[in-house]
């Protein structure tokens, strides 16, 4: 009786092992943990970009309303 529940469990080992359904499912995490990491990235980056052109901005209209009110 026990050798009959050992070749059951190593048959499900086999076929555990050759099972590739799982593998598509790991690979599209990835990726989109790739996505994700990626864009965040650009974001931040993008981010100080955006700051610096928003005080360039600010200056240059600072200094026409102080033109324009003298």
């Given at each position: 009786m026990t050798k009959f529940k050992e070749?059951?469990?190593m048959a499900t080992a086999v076929r555990f092992c050759r099972d590739e359904?799982?593998?598509d499912l790991i690979e599209y995490t990835?990726?989109?943990a790739f996505?994700?990491?990626a864009s965040a990235a650009i974001f931040i980056e993008g981010g100080s970009n955006v700051n610096q052109i928003w005080s360039s901005?600010?200056?240059v209209l600072t200094g026409a309303a102080n033109?324009?009110?003298s």
């Open positions: 070749l059951g469990l359904d799982g593998q990835l990726l989109m996505v994700c990491l901005s600010n200056s033109t324009a009110s």
